[in-house]
């Protein structure tokens, strides 16, 4: 599957009533099945960052379903993705993180190169000598590519070039500059919930309505761009609309005052804007209640995010007022996401919990741009067997984590019909459309 160079939306794909069958794609574990051979082997996904495997020797394991993929730095610095399992009695040869001269079996002892190549096998006398040659032993791999940080893998030996799977969504994510940021932080958890389920709720505002009621004090909701690129999606707030609230909640002036602790409050905590940021803004909000009526909270903010960048050394003359308050947030097909910030940018990532389809394992990567020359920070990674172990998850994804296991336990009910997708659906809906032709062969 590929990605057209077109956006397409259609406002007239409303549901003309419960969509059949798809209720069950979160609870169904023959459905699980599916993914498990006709959607994962097929797709191309992240399996980790590049600052988890910098030096030759370092590897990575990534995991999807039931299979483990080792992602290594060979000696001479390219990288390889092989298939994480010992040709003998196919043993797990790795786990986790690490950094290595070779891969042995913690079993029977043969061993590999650092590019798939066999090193050694223990008494060859004993075996069938064709059996045994280099030739037959090399560890099978997948593909392998990096794009903006992120190391992606496809199973598939026939699959097109990353480039081309990514399409458009490559060069308008890489406008905010994501292919310059480090990652800092990877924080990992389990939801309980379809993983589908899960990345459902960051295609859509839909539900800030019900889900984030605090965020229509800064968000003006209504207007919502969204649009589809192939099998990959886009929404975006209206330019303008942050920094504005929401005409749901019938107010008739805006308190500044409010407005701004509301968006600091919300934002800080999401790790979207940096700590300078907020820093500033929160020793302005006294200044920000005498400004003039014709002056948006929303410009005085974007002006305070370029000061502070030009303090730092970096660049945000490229950017508008839109760009540097909320970007484009995209999702890549199958299951990442990247809310864009210019000068951060966040990105989640959705997985089923091994076989367990009705548990995802979200991983947020919080990424940041530094100025050139600086000293960046190493990559520190948390995990927590529950989410609520931590609290720096902040409201917006603390309230999100608390509604999805509730989600999941509705979409069982006997009495749920299906998805009624309208408009703002409309990423949702091109999401599953996806899913099924990759199902469908």
Same mark, same amino acid.
């Given at each position: 599957?590929?990605?057209?160079?077109?956006? +397409?939306?259609?406002?007239?794909?409303?549901?003309?009533?419960? *969509?059949? !069958?798809?209720?069950?794609?979160?609870?169904?574990?023959?459905?699980?099945?599916?993914?498990?051979?006709?959607?994962?082997?097929?797709?191309?996904?992240?399996?980790?960052?590049?600052? *988890?495997?910098?030096?030759?020797?370092?590897?990575?394991?990534?995991?999807?379903?039931?299979?483990?993929?080792?992602?290594?730095?060979?000696?001479?610095?390219?990288?390889?993705?092989?298939?994480?399992?010992?040709?003998?009695?196919? %043993?797990?040869?790795?786990? #986790?993180?690490?950094?290595?001269?070779?891969?042995?079996?913690?079993?029977?002892?043969?061993?590999?190169?650092?590019?798939?190549?066999?090193?050694?096998?223990?008494?060859?006398?004993?075996?069938?000598?064709?059996?045994?040659?280099?030739?037959?032993?090399?560890?099978? *791999?997948?593909?392998?590519? @990096?794009?903006?940080?992120?190391?992606?893998?496809? %199973?598939?030996?026939?699959?097109?070039?990353?480039?081309?799977?990514?399409?458009?969504?490559?060069?308008?994510? @890489?406008?905010?500059?994501?292919?310059?940021?480090?990652?800092?932080?990877?924080?990992?958890?389990?939801?309980?919930?379809?993983? +589908?389920?899960?990345?459902?709720?960051?295609?859509?505002?839909?539900?800030?309505?019900?889900?984030?009621?605090?965020?229509?004090?800064?968000?003006?909701?209504?207007?919502?761009?969204?649009?589809?690129? #192939?099998?990959? !999606?886009?929404?975006?707030?209206?330019?303008?609309?942050?920094?504005?609230?929401?005409?749901?909640?019938? %107010?008739?002036?805006?308190?500044?005052?409010?407005?701004?602790?509301? &968006?600091?409050?919300?934002?800080? *905590?999401?790790?979207?804007?940096?700590?300078?940021?907020?820093?500033?803004?929160?020793?302005?909000?006294?200044?920000?209640?005498?400004?003039? @009526?014709?002056?948006?909270?929303?410009?005085?903010?974007? #002006?305070?995010?370029?000061?502070?960048?030009?303090?730092?050394?970096?660049?945000?003359?490229?950017?508008?007022?839109?760009?540097? &308050?909320? !970007?484009?947030?995209?999702?890549?097909?199958?299951? &990442?996401?990247?809310?864009?910030?210019?000068?951060?940018?966040?990105?989640?990532?959705?997985?089923?919990? !091994?076989?367990? /389809?009705? @548990?995802?394992?979200?991983?947020?990567?919080?990424?940041?741009?530094?100025?050139?020359?600086?000293?960046?920070?190493?990559?520190?990674?948390?995990?927590?067997?529950?989410?609520?172990?931590?609290?720096?998850? #902040?409201?917006?994804?603390?309230?999100?984590?608390?509604?999805?296991?509730?989600?999941?336990?509705?979409?069982?009910?006997?009495?749920?019909?299906?998805?009624?997708?309208?408009?703002?659906?409309?990423?949702?809906?091109?999401? /599953?459309?996806?899913?099924?032709?990759? &199902?469908?062969?």
């Amino acid at each position: 599957m590929t990605s057209t160079a077109e956006p +397409k939306t259609d406002p007239h794909r409303f549901s003309r009533g419960p *969509e059949a !069958g798809i209720a069950e794609r979160y609870t169904s574990p023959e459905f699980a099945r599916l993914e498990n051979e006709r959607l994962w082997p097929k797709v191309w996904q992240v399996a980790c960052r590049v600052e *988890e495997v910098v030096e030759p020797g370092d590897f990575c394991e990534y995991t999807i379903a039931d299979q483990s993929i080792l992602v290594v730095r060979t000696r001479t610095g390219a990288l390889k993705a092989l298939f994480n399992a010992c040709q003998h009695r196919g %043993m797990r040869l790795k786990e #986790g993180r690490g950094s290595c001269a070779e891969i042995r079996c913690p079993s029977h002892a043969w061993a590999w190169h650092l590019d798939g190549s066999l090193k050694e096998v223990i008494d060859p006398q004993g075996f069938d000598q064709a059996a045994v040659a280099p030739d037959s032993l090399r560890l099978p *791999e997948c593909k392998v590519e @990096e794009w903006a940080g992120f190391v992606f893998i496809n %199973m598939d030996p026939e699959a097109v070039p990353l480039a081309e799977y990514l399409g458009e969504v490559g060069t308008r994510v @890489e406008r905010n500059g994501i292919q310059n940021m480090a990652c800092t932080r990877v924080r990992s958890t389990i939801i309980k919930a379809n993983w +589908k389920l899960c990345h459902e709720a960051f295609i859509e505002t839909y539900h800030a309505i019900g889900t984030h009621p605090q965020a229509l004090r800064y968000l003006d909701d209504t207007g919502m761009i969204y649009e589809q690129y #192939g099998d990959h !999606g886009m929404h975006r707030i209206k330019p303008g609309n942050m920094g504005t609230p929401s005409p749901r909640l019938g %107010m008739d002036g805006t308190d500044r005052r409010d407005l701004l602790e509301a &968006l600091m409050g919300d934002l800080a *905590e999401a790790d979207l804007f940096n700590e300078a940021d907020v820093a500033m803004a929160n020793t302005l909000i006294e200044t920000v209640l005498e400004l003039p @009526e014709d002056v948006t909270v929303g410009s005085f903010f974007a #002006g305070l995010r370029r000061q502070q960048a030009d303090a730092e050394g970096i660049d945000l003359s490229a950017f508008s007022d839109a760009d540097l &308050l909320a !970007g484009e947030l995209w999702n890549l097909f199958p299951n &990442l996401t990247i809310p864009c910030n210019a000068g951060n940018a966040l990105s989640f990532r959705f997985r089923p919990n !091994g076989l367990n /389809h009705e @548990e995802c394992i979200f991983d947020a990567y919080y990424l940041k741009l530094f100025p050139a020359g600086a000293d960046i920070p190493g990559m520190e990674q948390e995990f927590y067997q529950e989410w609520h172990e931590t609290k720096a998850w #902040g409201t917006i994804l603390t309230q999100d984590f608390t509604n999805l296991p509730k989600w999941q336990a509705g979409v069982h009910s006997r009495g749920y019909r299906g998805p009624v997708w309208g408009f703002p659906d409309g990423n949702v809906s091109n999401f /599953h459309r996806a899913i099924s032709d990759y &199902l469908a062969k």
